[in-house]
């Protein structure tokens, strides 16, 4: 049989209040870490928004730039082509009609009498991109029956980077395409005729 000592009811009770101020300090400490990595999480968030705010800034100005690239010299190139174009819109145009249900922005807008161009430009050109772009032009030539304009439109992607298979999938669909070529660009056209919407 074990000779230990029973401890005594003081004893006991200053075990359960040490362990209860150990119990005590260590959530206080789970509390502590909590609150660090709450704070850790906002000030983490704070500098994602910055960084992302950043670089949308710097994406519009690389596409400000693929854009007034691929507007330097178009309306002379499709002009070129047989097309009469004489304006070119700067920087965007938005249509809307919400009697519709139809809005949307074109990066570039030729236009004449006849015809009118509708140009989506992207830093690197994708499947997706064109994809949208042919909806957009759908819209367009749904906003132009309501308001009763029975122009042509044709659509035309452009691009810094495009690759073969974007370019083909692009070209397949009847659009234009408009990249670098060297110091210029070029137009190429569509596989068969142009798409008319």
């Not at 161009?117 to 819209?139: F, N, P």
């Not at 691009?159 to 670098?180: E, H, P, S, T």
Request: hydrophobic fraction near 40%; proline fraction near 2%.
């Amino acid at each position: 049989m074990s000779t230990e000592p029973v401890p005594s009811f003081e004893e006991v009770m200053a075990l359960f209040i040490k362990n209860g101020e150990q119990i005590r300090e260590m959530r206080l400490a789970q509390k502590e870490t909590a609150r660090i990595v709450e704070e850790n999480a906002l000030a983490q968030k704070r500098e994602q928004k910055k960084w992302n705010k950043r670089f949308a800034e710097f994406g519009d100005r690389i596409g400000e730039l693929i854009e007034t690239m691929v507007r330097g010299g178009i309306v002379q190139l499709f002009q070129e082509l047989g097309y009469t174009f004489t304006q070119c819109s700067r920087r965007g145009m938005s249509f809307r009609e919400d009697a519709i249900g139809v809005h949307g922005e074109v990066d570039l807008f030729l236009e004449d009498g006849d015809y009118a161009l509708l140009v989506e430009v992207k830093t690197k050109l994708t499947i997706g991109d064109i994809k949208e772009h042919i909806k957009r032009v759908k819209k367009y030539r749904l906003y132009a029956d309501y308001r009763n304009d029975k122009r042509h439109f044709i659509a035309a992607v452009g691009g810094g980077v495009i690759d073969d298979n974007v370019r083909d999938y692009a070209l397949k669909r009847g659009l234009f395409v408009i990249m670098q070529s060297g110091k210029n660009i070029e137009i190429i056209q569509p596989t068969d005729k142009p798409k008319v919407w």
